[in-house]
Nanobody, 127 residues
Framework: QVQLVESGGNLVQAGGSLRLSCAASGPTFYNYAMGWFRQAPGKEREFVAR????????NYADSVKGRFTISRDNGKTTVYLQLNSLEPEDSAVYYC????????????????????WGQGTQVTVSS
């Protein structure tokens, strides 16, 4: 059974940084893709970043490109999201998600592509 547990969310001032972690447990994740999404109040869940575990290939939303970095630690089966130059618009609950069939080349920006989700961690950026 796949379990994803996020941590690292906090209150931070604009321009600051945070590192979010997603601890993954269950089967081997080598063939999975891992994604980060976020959802602000009254808005739809939106794609932030994604990494294929086997190759390390990454994808980013345009709104975070150059500011956020997704990475993984194979030994710890943990995925990270480094958030730099934070803006108030980045405030949201951030969710980690796992796609067990990335080779199907489904739309990685769509939440429905991911079978497993964590409970989320709150990021609040004050101006």
């Amino acid at each position: 059974q796949v379990q994803l547990v996020e941590s690292g969310g906090n209150l931070v001032q604009a321009g600051g940084s945070l590192r979010l972690s997603c601890a993954a447990s269950g089967p081997t994740f080598y063939n999975y893709a891992m994604g980060w999404f976020r959802q602000a109040p009254g808005k739809e869940r939106e794609f932030v970043a994604r990494i294929r575990w086997s190759t390390g290939t990454t994808n980013y939303a345009d709104s975070v490109k150059g500011r956020f970095t997704i990475s993984r630690d194979n030994g710890k089966t943990t995925v990270y999201l480094q958030l730099n130059s934070l803006e108030p618009e980045d405030s949201a609950v951030y969710y980690c998600a796992a796609d067990r069939t990335p080779y199907l080349n489904q739309n990685y920006r769509a939440p429905g592509t991911y079978e497993y989700w964590g409970q989320g961690t709150q990021v609040t950026v004050s101006s």
